[in-house]
């Protein structure tokens, strides 16, 4: 196996010919140029024969000054309530969203090349995220047009008039993830945005650079200090922001860990609103009547995708002793004819992990379960270059083991036996994560417990099929540490939003002031057009 690709096998199309040097930020509508300290972003693959990271671009590494620039622009557009976006008509909202849609499907080809470079995403997948969430905005718009017409009226309960919509919530602070960078900050930004609400954003770690080509489409889509785009260190930026107590939404896909360090900074969290996507630990249970073909196939998708780089990635696989000896011969050979590779390789399913230190944290993982039991079984489990470490298929795992009880977000697969179907039911119950489930097997008298009780410990229960978010308007969500709110077309709108009414009493003093608000259309708020 080698990580290195000669530079003239690189297709000309894929090349980094030219590096992207992001030397300003978005504030307040406007590209501010930056002329302080810029931090280098390199690709872990390689261009050149012998191995060494790829310099990509470069980023502003802004200050506590910008941050609170972003913020004060963001505050003054929401203007408490009275600024033009918050108070404009559905209709005009959503046509800066369709203006926004449109200019950044021109930029699809520098996105997907970026996605692959900046943290190894491959090409076919790379090429989804992109289109996925063109779909995901198209989608939301819709499911608005929706609300706003099933809003379209005026109910009446006790003799009180009542006119209820659902109304912004203020600023968003939004922190994206590096996995899904494109399309996990848009499941926040684009229904925080069309529900009126303004939004500072700050770009991962990495992922970074593919928000350049995108920076103009915001700038020129939304009104000033709609949606302020600053880059730095989290803790720089993030900190004096949560600080000022202005802001009421954190929307943050990551861990738990930075979560809560934010919420802490605020100064009055009772009034934070949080939309959380955190970690999680899904497992699979396998059963000793599964269809083992379908199992493992759907068993190397859930663990191995990306890499294992997936909130919804398969992170434990419980299986059934009776059938573990079998599982576990087919499952790792199957993982050891996975193809490493470049992301645009053809048929490649294994590419360069974007962490440099990811690989070293991998084989503590390994080196720990080792110790305490667990052995490598497929053959090139642990075999580690400058940029990856293939997976490591480890068994048996029990509880003692770090890679039993931490994410591990990268490439390595826990199996654990069992004899009673309680061990792992307990393991779920008393997991801080629950998110999802993948449960394999075909008897309904079997199954049906299983799922009554898995439904309240966790919030998708897979039936025979790896963990997923997908499709984008079922609920996405998960209990304890897992998550806060719930994303999905529908969800997020109401997950950026409270309802708010207008009411009055039915007389005739009030009813003729209502008529009138809706004969003349003068407020955006009432008022029961259907037709959007």
Not at 234 to 263: C, E, F, H, W, Y
Request: charged fraction near 25%; proline fraction near 6%; charge should be negative.
């Amino acid at each position: 196996m080698s990580t290195i690709t000669p530079r003239v096998e690189i297709p000309e199309l894929y090349k980094i010919n030219t590096v992207v040097t992001q030397d300003s930020y978005l504030v307040n509508g406007e590209l501010k140029p930056w002329n302080g300290q810029m931090v280098n972003v390199y690709s872990t693959i390689s261009s050149t024969d012998e191995y060494a990271p790829t310099l990509l671009g470069s980023i502003p590494q802004l200050t506590e000054k910008e941050a609170l620039e972003a913020l004060d622009a963001a505050s003054n557009a929401y203007n408490k309530g009275k600024g033009l976006w918050p108070t404009m008509k559905v209709s005009d909202r959503i046509a800066c969203m369709e203006k926004f849609v449109e200019q950044i499907k021109t930029r699809r080809e520098e996105v997907v090349k970026l996605l692959m470079w900046e943290i190894g995403k491959t090409l076919p997948d790379s090429e989804k995220e992109f289109d996925r969430t063109i779909d995901y905005i198209n989608d939301t718009i819709e499911d608005y047009k929706q609300m706003d017409r099933d809003s379209a009226k005026f109910e009446k309960q006790d003799g009180v008039f009542a006119h209820i919509r659902r109304g912004p919530l203020g600023v968003v602070l939004c922190l994206a993830p590096y996995n899904y960078p494109l399309n996990e900050t848009f499941c926040l930004l684009i229904p925080a945005l069309i529900m009126g609400n303004t939004a500072i954003f700050k770009p991962a770690k990495f992922g970074v650079l593919l928000m350049s080509p995108l920076l103009e489409a915001f700038q020129n889509s939304f009104p000033a200090g709609v949606i302020n785009v600053i880059y730095g260190r989290g803790r720089t930026l993030a900190t004096p922001i949560m600080q000022s107590g202005k802001i009421d939404v954190l929307a943050l896909i990551g861990n738990s860990t930075s979560a809560k360090a934010l919420q802490s900074q605020h100064p009055k969290s009772n009034r934070l609103r949080l939309v959380l996507g955190l970690e999680a630990k899904n497992p699979a249970i396998v059963l000793p009547d599964a269809d083992l073909d379908l199992t493992i196939n759907e068993c190397l998708a859930g663990t191995l995708s990306f890499n294992g780089q997936r909130c919804t990635a398969l992170k434990v696989v419980y299986v059934h002793e009776d059938i573990a000896e079998e599982f576990n011969k087919k499952y790792a050979e199957k993982v050891d004819n996975l193809l490493f590779g470049n992301p645009w390789d053809a048929g490649v399913k294994l590419t360069p992990l974007p962490e440099p230190g990811k690989p070293a944290y991998i084989q503590e993982l390994i080196d720990d379960a080792k110790a305490k039991g667990a052995q490598i079984i497929n053959n090139r489990g642990g075999e580690t270059t400058d940029n990856y470490i293939f997976p490591a298929v480890l068994y048996p795992v029990n509880k003692e083991m770090r890679v039993f009880e931490e994410e591990q977000f990268g490439p390595v697969v826990p199996i654990v036996p069992f004899k009673d179907i309680e061990e792992p039911l307990d393991d779920i119950a008393d997991s801080n994560y629950g998110q999802q489930v993948s449960l394999f097997g075909k008897n309904i008298h079997t199954l049906s417990p299983l799922i009554d009780s898995l439904v309240n410990l966790v919030c998708r229960v897979n039936l025979n099929s790896s963990c997923q978010r997908g499709p984008d308007v079922y609920p996405f969500t998960g209990r304890k540490d897992s998550a806060v709110s719930t994303l999905s077309v529908h969800d997020a709108l109401r997950s950026f939003s409270i309802r708010t009414f207008v009411a009055s009493k039915d007389n005739e003093y009030n009813n003729a002031i209502l008529e009138e608000l809706l004969d003349k259309k003068t407020s955006n708020f009432i008022n029961t057009d259907y037709i959007l």
